[in-house]
């Protein structure tokens, strides 16, 4: 998979995967790295689907309809990624927590659905339940932040909540954050989500 990894000058502190919404790249996130853990190392990575020339985790069928077997063969494929890259880098596999947004929130909600112990943590910029009518992981104290907005267009206000029920059921701690930005991603979710980070993950 396209990435990029910077080497961060803490190597105790915990790898970020960061994970762009539609349309993005491998540089979309980095400013959020920098104000969530700036001494962590990043493992940033570009969606391999293209929907209109415009990179993505995973395929859709339509706004807000998942293609589930291409999400659960890109989310397999990102797993293995991260494995590889942990030994091409030398960093600690246990130690990956997920930055996503939209698109990027919904591969990362993904992983946490279908892989035990995938991430130590995770924080989800409105993202949307990945899939329905499976049984989850034990996630057992997870910590996963989520930021929504009241007024998100493409992810209502029941989609998270579902969300939240849904992790919090299979044990995480769940952490969700509402703003009134609509889909954007506002300072402020980004403030309080380095704040959740350096409470509950270092």
Same mark, same amino acid.
């Given at each position: ?139 057992? %104290?997870?910590? &996963?932040?989520?930021?929504?907005? #009241? ?7 029941? =989609?998270? @909540? $579902? ?7 299979? %044990?995480?701690? &769940?952490?969700?954050?509402?703003? #009134? ?7 402020? =979710?980004? @403030? $309080? ?10």
């Amino acid at each position: 998979m396209i990435h990029l990894f910077k080497e961060g000058t803490d190597l105790n502190k915990p790898v970020l995967l960061l994970l762009h919404g539609t349309g993005g790249n491998e540089k979309d996130l980095l400013s959020l790295a920098e104000m969530i853990s700036p001494e962590s190392s990043v493992l940033s990575v570009r969606g391999n689907v293209s929907e209109n020339g415009m990179p993505r985790f995973f395929r859709r069928l339509a706004e807000g309809v998942f293609d589930e077997e291409d999400l659960i063969y890109r989310t397999k494929e990102l797993h293995e990624f991260i494995d590889e890259a942990a030994n091409k880098y030398s960093f600690n596999r246990d130690q990956v927590v997920a930055v996503g947004y939209s698109n990027g929130a919904n591969i990362a909600g993904s992983l946490i659905f279908h892989y035990e112990k995938s991430l130590k943590g995770a924080i989800l910029h409105h993202p949307m339940v990945p899939r329905r009518g499976i049984e989850l992981p034990k996630l057992d %104290g997870l910590p &996963v932040f989520i930021g929504a907005g #009241n007024n998100d267009p493409i992810c209502p206000p029941q =989609e998270t @909540e $579902e969300l939240e029920q849904l992790l919090n059921k299979a %044990g995480a701690n &769940v952490h969700l954050k509402w703003d #009134n930005m609509g889909h954007q991603l506002s300072r402020a =979710e980004v @403030e $309080e989500a380095a704040e959740w980070f350096n409470k509950n993950l270092l």
